[in-house]
Structure formats: structure tokens, C-alpha cells
């Protein structure tokens, strides 16, 4: 049996928590990065035997539409799942229920889901330094549960919170600009997700294929790139009511 962990983490929040459950659970492991462009999705094939991981943050209270398209070109072939939705202590809302959507259309059988918190990718003060030691207890004992699931075989689907349709893609997007400190590196357009920077000139960015996904920010070296200041302190402010109060992970057997 081989343990595939599929995640889409640009700023390393997702991943975090997609490790605490993989290192309780079973398996050959085998690692999808999903925010790879330059991966072939569609060579990944699993068996029934295999058992995947698949790790998404919430993009207000959706998967990010780029996630959505990588996954259903994997092949799943009756694998099971675990579905594991990360999102910045506000609300996942339909991320889960569009994930094990698009985990079934894939072919994966959903056995599992778990939503987590991590630090917010934008308003980095918002669930700052989670996932952290409460969390990783809390996580490693759902992972337990997982094991104990799929070590009996036991294949039935957990009812999993969330509407269709789905909720609208509302939001302003902000996207990531460079400053002074850039030094044309092109590590940013290397490692965007979506190839949204130049590689040629990593200055300029293509502001409608941009999902605000904040990896450019997460691997610059310089710190030199930044979104605009006035925005964020607008919407750190507008999610300073629904995000200060801590939310705990949860877990759907």
C-alpha cells in the first residue's frame, strides 16, 4: 500500500498539517505537489490499495479553482481518501464539500475529512504560528482514528459539512507586487503556481491569472515583494471580528 500526499500549499500552512496526519499514517509515501505547473498530473495513477491524502487551503470558503483542475486529472481508481481542508481561523465553508466533489470525479472513495487551521496566508497575524503543539496533539490522534478506519476496512463515507452550489468567488484580489529590494532573481516566477510572474522579467505579473496564493511572498529571499499595504490593513480589519476567537480542528469519520 502506498500513502500518496496530494497538497496544493503555496505558503507551507497546508503542508504543515498534511504532516501531522501522514507521519501517524501507514504506507509507502509518495508525494503530489499540486502547485506545480510543471508536474503531469494526469501520469499519477493510484490503485484501491493506495490510500491519498489530499490538502487544500480554504480561498474564502473554496478550493482554488487551479487545485480543483490538477486533482481531477489525477487517476484515483477507487483509492481512498482523506480530504483536509486548511483555512486561516475564519471559515472553510464549502471548501470540503467541493473537495470530495472533485476528489470522486478524480475516483477517489472518500473515507475521511478533517479541517484545520493554520496561519492566515494574508493577514499573517490571524492564527499566527498554527499549526502548533495543540494542534499537532489533536491532528496526530485524528490520524489514529483514520489508521483505525482503514485498517478495518471500513470504507463507508462521513457526512461532510457544506452546501451545493457552492458559495460564490467573492473578494477583491490583492496581488503581490515587487519593491525596491527585488534583484530579478526569478525565484518567485520559478515557484508561482500559477506562472503568473514573467521569468523573463519576475517585475511584472499578470494581475488576472495572479489567485493571490502569497507564494511569491513565502519564497522571495529579500522579502521584496508586498501587497498593498492600504488593502491589507482593510482586511485585517474586516477579519479581525470572525478570525480572533481560536477555532479548533475537526474530524468526519
Known sequence: MKLYTIVFSPTGG???VATSLTDTLEGEAIKVDLTD????FRAVQLTQEDVAVISVPSYGGRVPAVAVERLTMLSGQGARAVLVCVYGNRDYEDTLVELEDAA???GFRVIAAVAAIAEHSIARQFAAGRPDAQDEKQLSAFARQ?????SAGDSTEPSIPGNRPYKKVTGTSMVPKPTKECTNCGLCAAKCPVQAID???PKKVDEETCISCMRCISVCPHSARKVNPVMLA???LMLKKVCSERKDCELFL
Open 104 to 106: 470522486k470525479q478524480a
Open 14 to 16: 497546508t503542508q504543515k
Open 146 to 150: 483514520i489508521q483505525a478506519k482503514l
Open 234 to 236: 482593510a482586511a485585517s
Open 37 to 40: 505547473s510543471k508536474q503531469n
Open 199 to 201: 521569468k523573463e522579467y
